[in-house]
């Protein structure tokens, strides 16, 4: 699977509510759920078959995207 580099235009921050999709409001699905590792970024998917939105997640913690990688 190819992901647009354009996903980091837009970081939404996790909540204590289970997440949604930002657009349409559909569950979503983890591709790349790197939060066990200090804090990092989730690539995250709506689940609806005619939306299907690629979105970066993170928790307050986490650190800049520049001192990511």
């Avoid at 690539?43 to 990688?69: A, G, M, R």
Wanted: glycine residues 2%; contains cysteine; negative net charge.
């Amino acid at each position: 699977m190819e992901i647009d580099a354009s996903i980091w235009n837009a970081i939404y921050i996790r909540g204590d509510q289970p997440t949604t999709c930002p657009k349409c409001g559909s569950r979503i699905d983890w591709l790349l759920d790197l939060q066990h590792v200090n804090n990092q970024p989730a690539i995250v998917q709506c689940l609806s078959p005619t939306c299907k939105f690629i979105f970066v997640e993170e928790t307050d913690e986490t650190p800049p995207f520049n001192k990511i990688f």
